[in-house]
Each structure stands twice: as C-alpha cells, then as structure tokens.
C-alpha cells in the first residue's frame, strides 16, 4: 500500500457509500467517491448530500472542504477500491450482481499491482471470486498480483456513522494476504473488532445476519396471528415468555420492511432452494402478515357499514417502514395505505416524520383521530405512544401493550 495513509476510491455514493467515504476522508485520507449520476457528484462536490441520514451532512460539508473527498463520475488510480453499489433483485428473487460488476470493470482501466479491491455490497456466496476472474480475464497480467476482499457493511439507517466506526467487521479475503491487507485498511477507521475469514464466509455472513433477524420476526408475527384467533394479547404474551432466561423473542408487527431483511434471505433462499426452508419460510409469514393486516381493517370497516350505513373514514398511523424514522421505502405500512386507498377504502395517513407526500395528504395526529370512524395503528412511533384506545382500534404494532 506504499505510505501509511492509502488512497482511496469508493465506488457508489449511496446510503452505505457516501457515510463511509467521508468516514474514511474524516482520517485525513484522501478519498475519491465515484458515482455514475452526475447530479450526485455534483451535490456531494458542493459539501452537500443527497440522502437523509443524521450527522452526515456536516461530516461530507467538512471533509469535502479540507479537499479530503471528492467526487468524479470515473474512477482514478489508487491503492485501495471499494465497491458499495446496490445488489437489488430480479422478479424471480434472482440476486442482480450487475452493478458490482459493472463497479468492477470500470476499475479496470486504473487498476495496478499490489492493489486492494473491497466488496462491500450484499451479494451472494462466490461473488468475490467472481470478480477476481473478471478482473483476471481482462487484465491477465495482474493475475497474482492484486488483493480482494468481501467485508459487509452491518450499519443500522438511522445510526450509520456511528456503527460504521464502532460495529466489528467479518473480513474475508480470496487468500490469506488479501485478508491481511484488507485488515490493515479497516484498522485506519474502524475501532470495532476486526474478525478475519474468507471471502465465502463473509458474503454468506451478511446473508445469515438479516436472514436470521428476518426469520426471528417471522416467529413473532406468526404468534401474532395465533393469538389473534385464541383471543390472547401477543404482546403480554412475549413479554412474559422472554422472562425466561434464555427466551428473546421479537415484536410482531405490519410486516418486515426496508431494503434489507426483506431482500437477503432470498438471496440464500434462490441458491439453495432445497435446504433454505425456514428462511424462505419466514420471508413468506412476513409478506403474509401485511396482507393479513389488510384483511382485518377491510373486514373491520366493511362491518362498520353494516352497522352504521355509511363508509367508514379510517385513520392509518404511520407510513415509515419502522419507528422514528421517515424512510417509507418497501414500507409495509405505505402498503396497506396504498391497498386500501386503490380498493376505494376512505384512508386519513398519519405519518409525524415526514410534512407532505406526492400521492397523500398528510393529517394531523389529533386530526385524523377526531374524524375516523377507525383508528389504525401501523408503526409504533414514539408520537402514538400513551394514545388513548378510543374508537374502534386495530393496533398491529403494539402502541397498548
Ligand atoms: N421489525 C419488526 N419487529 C422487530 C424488529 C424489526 O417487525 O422486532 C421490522 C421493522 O419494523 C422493519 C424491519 O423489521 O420493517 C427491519 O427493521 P430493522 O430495524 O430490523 O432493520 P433495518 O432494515 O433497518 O437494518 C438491518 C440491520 N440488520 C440487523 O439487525 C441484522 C442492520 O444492522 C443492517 O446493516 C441492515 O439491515 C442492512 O443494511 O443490511
């Protein structure tokens, strides 16, 4: 890696990207982000950003001004490369790794001996070697002589820059060198434990990680759904059953959200089919708990027209994929707004961390209750807390237990 302090290129500016580049560029190393949209480069150039995540504005501003990141629509030459770009999926839950491999070649051109490659993307078990034998096949002189690793990132939206410095890292190399290599880098920014493996183990570890939460708050919402027809309160329920020393269950809630957990287990569950079972298992119990979420509050106001002649104006409490946040992507509360509003239902959405939406219009806390006829509650944000049980209440998130 020549001097102490690397140079650096982060390919994708993204949620995970930009954090860590500037993260990286706040250790006094010079970083060079790559994005392919030019209106990215060109806000993050300006010390702005373009996505929302605490703290990291004023970090990207004081990092972009010491002239420690900037921002191109190509990459440069460095030591080490980085790639964080998204691993979405196809729409049979085929895992996409097009991205990373279009973030590979592009580093073709730029790429010397005694380099470092980093994957940081969710991808699946063998992408690493994947890309060695790209990389290999384009440039067979360096066959032997660059470094790669997997090394997932593990950070919560919403505390980003704070677990990317203090949360541990699996990081697995094609080889023991590369392991090493890697290591040494992670060591100039990451006060976490660095745990070294290989590269198989550490792709398919990010996959466990969000598998195994996925597959935990399956459990919960499947004992939501059992206690609902035993007329038991689930959340007294798990409360008392984790008294149990070595009991830890989850909380049921609208369904599993965000652009993660309800993404990597199909990427274990599309390689092996045969052996996934209780991954895919839970992926479908939590798809099906947001149905069956819509399912009560349509049954729920389809009896108050029975019993009161006229529609029923119902009140939907949060819109965000989980609390206190004002992300609603692959929220499943958004999708029992936008099923009920699509089949005609009279929806007034709450959603107290956002001021407007282009398809709602956003009520008032107080508003929406004084008006509806039904009152549901969908994310457990701390606005709805301590709410009085008045109306008729559909509470799928816990805000009475
Ligand atoms: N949820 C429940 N019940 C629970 C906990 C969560 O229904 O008891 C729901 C949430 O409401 C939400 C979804 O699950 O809809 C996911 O929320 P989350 O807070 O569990 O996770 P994310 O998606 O914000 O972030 C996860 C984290 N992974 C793990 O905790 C194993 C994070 O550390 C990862 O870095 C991130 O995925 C990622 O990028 O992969």
């Known amino acids: 890696m020549g001097s102490n302090k690397p140079s650096v290129v982060m390919v994708g500016l993204g949620y995970i990207g930009l954090p860590t580049a ?8 010079k970083v060079t982000g790559v994005d392919i949209h030019q209106h990215v480069v060109d806000t993050i150039n300006k010390g702005e950003i373009h996505i929302v995540e605490p703290d990291l504005d004023g970090l990207v501003h004081h990092v972009v001004k010491e002239g420690y990141l900037t921002a191109s629509t190509s990459p440069v ?3 080490v490369y980085l790639i964080a ?27 010397k001996e005694g380099a470092l490659v ?5 991808s699946p078990v063998g992408t690493t070697e994947k890309m060695q034998a790209v990389i290999e096949a384009e440039r067979p002189e360096l066959a032997g002589k660059i470094y790669m690793a997997y090394c997932p990132e593990r950070v919560l939206p919403g505390n980003v820059i704070y677990e990317l410095e203090h949360n541990d890292r699996a990081i697995g190399g094609i080889n023991t060198e590369s392991t090493e290599k890697a290591v040494e880098f992670y060591r100039h920014f990451v006060k976490g434990t660095l745990h070294k493996t290989n590269s198989k183990t550490a792709e398919m570890c990010k996959l466990v990680e969000n598998s195994s939460r996925d597959v935990q708050i399956a459990f919960a919402n499947e004992l939501s759904m059992i206690c609902d ?5 689930v959340w007294e329920l798990i409360n008392l059953a984790n008294k149990h020393p070595r009991v830890n269950i989850l909380q049921p809630g609208t369904g599993v959200g965000g652009h993660c957990i309800a993404v990597d287990p199909w990427f274990i569950v599309s390689e092996f089919p045969e052996q996934a079972k209780i991954i895919r298992s839970a992926r479908e119990i939590n798809n099906y708990k947001t149905e069956w979420a819509i399912e009560k509050v349509k049954s729920t106001a389809l009896q108050f027209k029975i019993d009161n002649g006229r529609d029923a104006k119902i009140a939907c409490m949060g819109l965000a994929f989980k609390p206190n946040i004002d992300d609603l992507r692959e929220s499943p509360a958004l ?3 936008d099923t009920l509003v699509n089949d005609g239902f009279n929806v007034l959405a709450v959603e107290p961390n956002i001021k407007s939406h282009n398809k709602y219009e956003i009520y008032d806390r107080e508003d929406a209750v004084e008006q509806a006829d039904i009152i549901v509650y969908l994310v457990a944000h701390r ?7 008045v109306k008729i209440t559909l509470d799928f998130c816990g805000i009475y237990k």
């Open 118 to 122: 980093i994957i940081e993307s969710t």
């Open 383 to 389: 606005e709805f807390a301590n709410s009085e049980r």
């Open 77 to 79: 030459e460095a030591d």
């Open 335 to 337: 999708q029992v707004v």
């Open 22 to 29: 500037a993260l990286i560029a706040s250790k006094e190393i």
């Open 229 to 233: 027809e035993a007329g038991i309160n």
């Open 85 to 111: 770009v998204p691993t979405p999926f196809k729409g049979d839950y085929e895992p996409d790794i097009s991205y990373v491999e279009s973030a590979t070649r592009a580093l073709l051109p730029t790429l």
